[in-house]
């Protein structure tokens, strides 16, 4: 099939499947890749390594970090980083250290809104020692508070809504020198979620693009073909390598399906190789 699903979260993070079970559904769905990009975390990259080899599908390192952005919401993408780098591992080490301090603080706030919930609920459900709001939705939704996961957002869990708590982030620029410190390639995820208008956008990515990122995700579920067009446009303008994945959770996401990259498809293995040149 030649297509790779660049985007993809395990329980290391937020997604409802093991790192090795994430790399065997993405073979059974006839993917030729497959990149492992959990939240501020990259302890699941060497597991999906070895399971890649087994299962015979490509496995390529890769993290999604949250980053500061007053605008909207900013994820970084790094692909093709050493996984044993000591000082992306410490500095990631400190963002899952924020989000620990976080989480129960979230638990608190929807106590006090009334909802009959602990903190230790939450970090069962998880299954993992790295816990995100995806897991709160979910049980706000066994409960029946919410009805669904944007529900819990919109009422609960987004931006600035009643029980919403922030944590620390690093600035896109330290989140890009992290990356490529560790022999990384930097990608910006979504862009959609910056809310910037194009001109807004292509006068950030003048400044980013002279910091060393190297491509843009274009093919996305939420994206439209007429946003996918208009994102490989400003891409090509600057020369970004055009990347897409389903952003698969599983099911602590709704209608995210491994190999599922939005209306235009996922990227082919072409494009991985484009990244693995830009990491060298
Ligand atoms: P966290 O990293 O714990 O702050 O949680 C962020 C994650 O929550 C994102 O990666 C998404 O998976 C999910 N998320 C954020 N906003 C929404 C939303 N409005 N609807 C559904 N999921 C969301
Ligand atoms: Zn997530
Ligand atoms: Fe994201
Ligand atoms: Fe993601």
Redesign the pocket.
């Known amino acids: 099939m030649n297509r790779v699903d660049l985007h993809s979260?395990s329980t290391v993070?937020?997604g409802s499947f093991p790192p090795e079970e994430v790399v065997k559904m993405a073979a059974g769905a006839g993917l030729s890749g497959l990149a492992l990009t959990d939240?501020?975390n990259i302890g699941g990259v060497e597991t999906a390594l070895r399971a890649g080899k087994m299962n015979d599908i490509l496995v390529i390192p890769g993290v999604?970090i949250?980053a500061e952005f007053d605008r909207g919401?900013c994820?970084i993408l790094g692909y093709f980083f050493d996984p044993t780098d000591e000082t992306l591992r410490k500095k990631l080490a400190y963002l899952q250290q924020a989000?620990a301090e976080?989480?129960p603080k979230i638990a608190k706030k929807l106590q006090d809104l009334g909802i009959d919930i602990t903190y230790e609920e939450v970090q069962a459900i998880a299954g993992s020692e790295q816990?995100?709001?995806?897991h709160f939705?979910r049980i706000l939704m066994n409960k029946g508070i919410v009805k669904d996961?944007?529900e819990?957002?919109?009422r609960f869990?987004?931006k600035d809504k009643a029980a919403y708590v922030d944590?620390f982030r690093y600035s896109p620029e330290e989140a890009f020198e992290m990356i490529q410190a560790a022999g990384g390639v930097v990608v910006l995820a979504h862009p959609y979620t910056l809310n910037l208008s194009d001109d807004e956008l292509t006068d950030l990515l003048e400044k980013w693009v002279a910091l060393g990122l190297q491509g843009m995700e274009v093919f996305y579920p939420d994206h439209t073909e007429e946003m996918i067009e208009r994102y490989s446009r400003i891409a090509n303008a600057f020369g970004l390598i055009k990347t897409g994945g389903s952003?698969f959770?599983g099911n602590?996401?709704?209608g995210s399906v491994l190999g599922d990259c939005g209306p235009r498809g996922c990227p082919t293995t072409a494009v991985v190789e484009q990244l693995r040149q830009a990491g060298a």
Do not use: I, Q, Y
């Not at 816990?131 to 995806?134: A, C, I, Q, W, Y």
């Open positions: 979260h993070s937020d939240h501020d999604e949250s919401t994820h989000r976080r989480n816990v995100g709001r995806p939705a996961f944007n819990a957002f919109e869990l987004g944590k952003d959770h602590n996401k709704e």
